[in-house]
């Protein structure tokens, strides 16, 4: 390439050419707008200096090759809004950025001046800065701020730390050695009187071969909330979470619920007691729980949260199947993968010298449909997501068919799990096999009244507690009272059931909740 001598001028040497890093900055604010309800800050900041160190790795051979820092800088931003940049903002600022190139050469041109690279790499620059101020302006910075602007972060940290504080009397076991104990959450599995009212589907077989191993599989079953995010943070804490959302009570945001799963007040009463916490990988990240002293996951890297995305939302998809060598990344075929993983992992789980709590999230069978009764994959017809309710993809026959076949194969799954966790145990285990919330075929996240609160609020939940009182276990028992239960069975607490209610968001704020008690029993008209 032939460079304009007037391109080293030393007068130029104060142009500093950062327009590919700026733009960069640009593409994920942009992008983590989209996420940030269920995307920590921290996962923007990882991205953005990810793609950051890319960028300055790639300016190394493209100045090799092209020996010019401004022309390198022209080729660094072609190559970050190529690759790292969603449609919407490439064809807004690449459109802008060629107009006003084509602008500079016609001024140029009629002033008859010699066109210089360093003029375009001034010109990206100062239009980098004037994109960045527009996103940090107006409706972007508002819509970014405000919600981290609704919790009070300092009171939050302090019921964080609350929940972690261990017991203020100590544990008594009733029982050396304890159990093992398994928590196994089957995301958005229904009640059998739920399955058979709305989707005519017998689903006996599977509580039957429950009953027969020694299950206690209560027929009224109930969640206390309609979504995940709420109703695992819940069972964990043994609490409602009006409890400990005082803090962020107005916020949209649903990550900060994560401390709440990683380190919960279970988990804190029982390593009290001496138990050694193992968590399985699930593509949810809310509850992907690393901070386990045992972190199982089929790969050795993860890619979740706002990096997959970000990812999954740019062109950087086309790096998806390279990617899957390495690390977990969630796509259709992942999805398979990990679930049968989970399952796979719960059943082979070897003996260890301390007592275990393994939680284990499988987001099954929830959307998307992926196995047929058989366990076969199966193409759900769109991209990968975890979309439902009123925000699933299909019709409600799709939904209806899909979800059936699903339950099949959890429950092929779950009987040689449970086999296998039974007959690889020296003590009788605690197994606790609970839905997070029921199935959404009619449920309407935005609104109560539109939601049939009898299908979302049903769930599929067996216990088995060997030694225990069967007259401690209500028939009618809600999600947030299983561990209250486990633990005045086994570490001797003394912990009383709380009131069984459910709870409903409200459209105006994720964790103003309106109580549905009374409507959650109804059944609800066919549809």
Partial sequence: ???????????????????????????????????????????????????????????????????????????????????????????????????????????????KKPFKIVYTALLFDILSLLFLALFLSGVFVESLYRPFNTVDWANYREQIADVQQPPAQPVSPSQNPLPDIY??????????????????????????????????????????????????????????????????????????????????????ILESAGYQTIAIATDWQITNNTTADIYLSPKPFYIGGFSAFYVSYTPLRIFIPLLRQFAFFPTVEAHRDLTNYIFDTLADLPPTQSPKFIFAHAVVPHPPFVFDAQGNPVDPGYAFSFNDANDFPGSSKDYRTG???????????????????????????????????????FTDFTSAENTCLNERFSIFMALYLPGADPAAIPDDITSVNIFRIVLNTYLGTDLPLLPNQQYYMQPSSFYRLQDVTRQVDVPCPQR
């Fill in 403 to 441: 979800y059936i076949e699903q339950v099949q194969f959890v429950n092929a799954r779950l009987e040689t799990t449970v086999d296998a966790i039974l007959q690889n145990s020296t003590v009788p285990p605690v197994i606790i096999i609970t839905a997070d919330h029921g199935p959404g075929m």
């Fill in 183 to 268: 928590f196994i959450v089957l995301d958005a599995y229904g009640r059998n009187d739920v399955l058979q009212r709305y989707y005519a589907f017998d689903n006996h077989e599977i509580t039957d071969f429950l009953t027969r191993r020694g299950f206690f599989v209560p027929e009224h079953s109930r969640s206390n909330y309609p979504k995940t995010v709420l109703s695992v943070p819940s069972m964990l804490n043994m609490q409602f979470t009006q409890e400990f959302t005082t803090s962020f009570a107005d916020s949209p945001l649903w990550w900060v619920m994560k401390p709440l799963v990683d380190h919960n007040r279970v988990r804190t």
């Fill in 1 to 111: 390439m032939r460079l304009h001598p007037g391109d080293h001028q030393t007068s130029m040497k104060r142009i500093y050419n950062f327009h590919p890093y700026v733009f960069t900055l640009v593409s994920v604010l942009y992008v983590y707008l989209l996420a940030q309800v269920v995307s920590p800050y921290r996962q923007f900041l990882t991205v953005l200096l990810v793609l950051t160190a890319i960028l300055g790795g790639l300016s190394f051979p493209v100045n090799h090759f092209i020996k010019n820092r401004y022309w390198s800088g022209v080729v660094l931003t072609a190559l970050a809004l190529s690759l790292f940049t969603p449609r919407e903002i490439f064809y807004l600022v690449g459109g802008t950025l060629a107009v006003s190139a084509g602008v500079l050469f016609i001024i140029l041109k009629i002033l």
